[in-house]
């Protein structure tokens, strides 16, 4: 943050306006290529429409469009740190590029209790936690979605709803 802030008044214009346009094409793909009920959901929730939760398939097109790969290794730190309950299964998510170089990461967790103590559907719902997390980490697509509304009490899903996806100012 230092090195940023000692930018010369131009440098530092013209990194703004840089990420301001990466901004502006992220948010044009998102409004072309995502889709409601396919790569993002919306649930009432308090009758209201829920932020965007960013889905599996979602996930998939953003690592598409990176040239990203994911891959996944058991997270012994989360694990440990939720108290070691019988059940939880942790993964992290790096984000690997075509070259190697890891982009991101992300973790997820799931108790084997939610999945009717099925461990087969507990890892793959722990890994694609992680991954969207690792997506919306390195993508900075918190603005645009969240993640995970489908672990929360039943709700309504929304209909017909329409969403806007705002460029940060």
Known sequence: VQETIDQEPK????????????????DKYIKTNMHEGIDFYTLKIGGKDSKPSLSKPGSEKFMSLFHWKATFQM???TREMLGNVPGMICYLCHLVSRNGEIM?????AR???????DPNKTIKMAQK??????IMRTGALSDAF????????????SSASTTSFRTPP
């Open 11 to 26: 440098s530092l214009a013209e990194m703004i306006n840089v990420e301001t346009q990466k901004r502006e094409l992220l």
């Open 75 to 77: 997270d012994t730190d």
């Open 104 to 108: 991101g990461e992300g973790r997820g």
């Open 111 to 117: 108790n084997t209790k939610l999945d009717n103590n």
């Open 129 to 134: 936690s992680a991954m969207i997390d690792a």
């Open 146 to 157: 969240t993640q995970d509304l489908e672990d929360m009490p039943p709700v309504t899903h």
